[in-house]
């Protein structure tokens, strides 16, 4: 995360790095003209890319709808994680910033809602075999040391080459 605040992620939207703002009262994803020019200039993944349809967006506590551009799918996720998901994004006129809704958060994994996140994990022990009791001798009077650093072997010396290139 570029920014101090928890709300504001760097996230990568079909391969471009882009700011958003997670907003778990949104249920879509909302992007800026600014930052649609952004993307398509920086030769970001999306797909189905439409300029006429029936969606209507009203923001909170207000009967005007947002004046939308295009409608879109891409891929998103986090700029640390690997992860990705495939969503649909909205490119709003003259937006202020570019919004993550409730359900791409949650899919993600930034966002949990509900009782379960009070749920503690329950430890589960290392396996056990049953019948098998397994006693280890360590003499408490000998000092641990640390074994040195071995050379590979030679019969696979060619192998971890290959795997390291």
């Known amino acids: 995360m570029e920014d101090s605040s928890d709300d504001i992620m760097d ?3 079909g ?11 949104s249920k879509v994803n909302i ?9 398509f200039k920086n030769n970001a993944v999306v797909w189905d890319s439409v300029t006429e349809f029936k969606d209507v967006l009203k923001p909170y506590a ?4 947002l004046e939308i551009l295009v409608k879109f799918i891409s ?4 700029s640390e994680r690997a992860s990705e998901i ?3 994004f909205y490119v709003v006129k003259h937006g202020d910033t570019s919004i993550l809704g409730k359900v791409s ?14 749920a503690v994990d329950k430890v589960t022990p290392f396996p056990k075999i049953k019948n098998v009791l397994v006693k280890l001798s360590i003499d408490p009077y000998v000092k641990p040391v640390q074994q040195p650093v071995r050379r590979v072997p030679v019969a696979v010396e060619k192998q971890v080459q290959a795997k390291l290139n």
């Not at 391969?15 to 009262?25: A, H, M, R, T």
């Not at 891929?75 to 986090?78: A, D, F, K, Q």
């Open 11 to 13: 996230c990568n939207i």
């Open 15 to 25: 391969g471009v790095k882009l700011l958003f703002f997670i907003d778990s009262g």
């Open 31 to 39: 992007i800026t003209d600014d930052d649609w020019k952004f993307i």
């Open 62 to 65: 207000t009967t005007q709808p």
């Open 75 to 78: 891929t998103i996720g986090l």
């Open 86 to 88: 495939i969503t649909t």
């Open 105 to 118: 958060v949650k899919q993600l994994g930034v966002l949990k809602l509900g009782m379960s996140v009070f």
